[in-house]
C-alpha cells in the first residue's frame, strides 16, 4: 500500500487502565458535527494520565486509545482526536499530568473498529498538518454524515466524493472483508508515491500512457496528473483486484477532479471528487471506467479527453488528448 515506505511498530501497554468515569460520561455521538469535544478531550487527559507513570509517551510517533466499551456504549466506532475532533492548530498540544508531550496526535477506537477504522483514522496522523489544513482529511461529506437515521446507511449515503474506493471515505466496503486500498489523492497526500511515477500531462497535448495497477509498486506509471490550475487538476488511476485492492466494489481507470483549495469534505465541496462512469450504480460502485463498458471521459469546459485505448494484462493504454 506505501510501497515500503512506511511500517508502523506498535506496543501495547502491559494492562487495561480503568477511567475514573463511567463509559456514559464520556459517550459521544455517531455524528461528526454533533460531537462533544469537551467529552474527547476529557477521555483523552484521563486516559493518558492513567498511563502516565507506566508510559514513557516519548519513545512513540503517535499513540492510540482502545475501549473496552462497545460502540452502543460510547456511541461511536473511532475517531481521531488530534488532528481531528479537537482541532489541529499549532497549539492543540497534548500532555499528561506529570508535563510529558504525546507527540504526532491521538486516536480513540472501540474494541469493534474495523481495521478500515484504524486505518483511517491513523492516516489523519500520519498525513499530519501542513498550512493549518489535514493533508488527509475525511473524503465522506460531514454533513450529510450528520444527517438522522440509522449509522451505517446515513454513513454510507455520505460517500458522495469516493464511495468505496478509499477508506479515507467508506472505512470499509463490506465489514467481513479488509479494507479497500487507498486512492492515488491520498498516497500522494501521505507521500507514498515517487514523483517519478507520476504522469504529469498538461492540457493541450496529446500523449499515449501504459497506466500499471495502482496497487503493483513495480508499475512505471501509477497515477496520471492533468493540471488544470495551479491548485486543480485530474488524476486518473488504475485500480485492479490485486494486494489491498482485492477489497474493491469493482476494477478499472478511475478519474478524479481534486481541488487543493477545498481543505474538508462540507457543504457538498470536497478536495477530490470521482468522475461516475456508470450512475445507475448507487454509492460510486460503478465509477470506474473499462474497455467494453464507458471507455472514455470527456471534461468539455477544458477540452480534455481521456480515452481507454486497450488493456494490456492489468495494465492500461490511455490516451490523453484535447477535444
Given at each position: 500500500?506505501s510501497?515500503?515506505?512506511?511500517?508502523l511498530?506498535?506496543?501495547?501497554?502491559?494492562?487495561?487502565?480503568?477511567?475514573?468515569?463511567?463509559?456514559?460520561?464520556?459517550?459521544?455521538?455517531?455524528?461528526?458535527l454533533?460531537v462533544?469535544?469537551?467529552?474527547?478531550?476529557?477521555?483523552?487527559?484521563?486516559?493518558?494520565?492513567?498511563?502516565d507513570?507506566?508510559?514513557?509517551?516519548?519513545?512513540?510517533?503517535f499513540?492510540?486509545i482502545?475501549?473496552s466499551?462497545?460502540?452502543?456504549?460510547?456511541?461511536?466506532?473511532?475517531l481521531?482526536?488530534?488532528?481531528g475532533?479537537?482541532?489541529?492548530?499549532?497549539?492543540?498540544v497534548?500532555?499528561t499530568?506529570?508535563?510529558?508531550?504525546?507527540?504526532?496526535?491521538?486516536?480513540?477506537f472501540?474494541?469493534?473498529?474495523?481495521?478500515?477504522?484504524l486505518?483511517?483514522?491513523?492516516?489523519h496522523?500520519?498525513?499530519?498538518?501542513?498550512?493549518?489544513?489535514?493533508?488527509?482529511p475525511?473524503?465522506?461529506?460531514?454533513?450529510?454524515?450528520?444527517?438522522?437515521?440509522?449509522m451505517?446507511?446515513?454513513?454510507?449515503?455520505?460517500?458522495?466524493?469516493?464511495?468505496?474506493?478509499?477508506?479515507?471515505?467508506?472505512?470499509?466496503?463490506?465489514?467481513?472483508?479488509?479494507?479497500p486500498?487507498?486512492?492515488s489523492?491520498?498516497?500522494m497526500?501521505?507521500d507514498?508515491i515517487?514523483r517519478s511515477?507520476?504522469?504529469v500531462?498538461?492540457p493541450g497535448?496529446?500523449?499515449?500512457v501504459i497506466?500499471?495497477?495502482?496497487?503493483?509498486?513495480?508499475?512505471?506509471?501509477?497515477a496520471i496528473?492533468?493540471p488544470?490550475?495551479?491548485?486543480t487538476?485530474?488524476l486518473?488511476?488504475?485500480r485492479?483486484?490485486?494486494?489491498?485492492d482485492?477489497?474493491?466494489?469493482?476494477?478499472?481507470?478511475?478519474?478524479?477532479?481534486?481541488?487543493d483549495n477545498?481543505?474538508?469534505?462540507?457543504?457538498?465541496?470536497?478536495?477530490?471528487?470521482?468522475?461516475?462512469a456508470?450512475?445507475?450504480?448507487?454509492?460510486?460502485?460503478?465509477?470506474?471506467?473499462?474497455?467494453?463498458?464507458?471507455?472514455?471521459?470527456?471534461?468539455?469546459?477544458?477540452?480534455?479527453?481521456i480515452?481507454?485505448k486497450?488493456?494490456?494484462?492489468?495494465?492500461?493504454?490511455?490516451?490523453?488528448?484535447?477535444?
Amino acid at each position: 500500500m506505501s510501497y515500503n515506505k512506511v511500517s508502523l511498530g506498535v506496543e501495547v501497554t502491559k494492562r487495561w487502565y480503568t477511567m475514573p468515569k463511567s463509559v456514559g460520561q464520556y459517550r459521544i455521538s455517531s455524528r461528526n458535527l454533533e460531537v462533544d469535544k469537551s467529552r474527547v478531550r476529557k477521555l483523552i487527559d484521563d486516559a493518558l494520565d492513567a498511563a502516565d507513570k507506566e508510559v514513557d509517551f516519548s519513545k512513540y510517533s503517535f499513540a492510540a486509545i482502545f475501549l473496552s466499551a462497545k460502540v452502543a456504549d460510547y456511541g461511536m466506532v473511532g475517531l481521531c482526536g488530534y488532528p481531528g475532533m479537537l482541532g489541529w492548530g499549532a497549539t492543540d498540544v497534548l500532555k499528561t499530568k506529570s508535563g510529558q508531550l504525546v507527540k504526532g496526535g491521538i486516536a480513540i477506537f472501540s474494541f469493534q473498529a474495523h481495521l478500515g477504522t484504524l486505518f483511517h483514522d491513523i492516516a489523519h496522523i500520519l498525513g499530519g498538518v501542513k498550512g493549518g489544513k489535514r493533508m488527509v482529511p475525511c473524503l465522506y461529506d460531514h454533513d450529510l454524515q450528520a444527517r438522522p437515521g440509522p449509522m451505517r446507511e446515513t454513513f454510507v449515503d455520505s460517500t458522495i466524493n469516493m464511495g468505496f474506493w478509499d477508506p479515507m471515505s467508506c472505512h470499509f466496503y463490506k465489514r467481513e472483508i479488509p479494507p479497500p486500498g487507498i486512492s492515488s489523492w491520498t498516497k500522494m497526500r501521505l507521500d507514498w508515491i515517487d514523483r517519478s511515477k507520476i504522469k504529469v500531462i498538461k492540457p493541450g497535448r496529446e500523449v499515449e500512457v501504459i497506466l500499471g495497477p495502482l496497487e503493483d509498486g513495480s508499475s512505471e506509471i501509477l497515477a496520471i496528473k492533468i493540471p488544470i490550475s495551479e491548485t486543480t487538476y485530474y488524476l486518473i488511476e488504475n485500480r485492479q483486484p490485486v494486494g489491498f485492492d482485492r477489497n474493491l466494489p469493482g476494477s478499472g481507470i478511475l478519474v478524479m477532479y481534486a481541488d487543493d483549495n477545498i481543505p474538508e469534505c462540507r457543504h457538498g465541496k470536497a478536495p477530490v471528487k470521482l468522475m461516475n462512469a456508470d450512475r445507475s450504480v448507487p454509492h460510486l460502485e460503478g465509477a470506474a471506467f473499462d474497455i467494453g463498458g464507458k471507455d472514455s471521459f470527456h471534461d468539455n469546459k477544458n477540452k480534455i479527453r481521456i480515452q481507454l485505448k486497450e488493456k494490456i494484462a492489468g495494465s492500461y493504454k490511455i490516451l490523453i488528448s484535447s477535444l
